[in-house]
């Protein structure tokens, strides 16, 4: 693909493209580790961890 061929509109919208899989990327990197820090606050606060699991079966 020649950047300097494409329209100002097709640039644009490939530039959202873009910048969406990145964030898609980011998140995906990142929340595991999320999910494990409020696993852990929600254990130590007296959470059970079964509830944890249900959660996470209710969500697939």
Known sequence: MNLKEITDEALDALRI????????????AEIPAQITGLAAAFTNGGGDPADLHAALDASE
């Open 17 to 28: 493209d873009v910048l969406t899989e990145r964030e898609r990327r980011a998140a995906l």
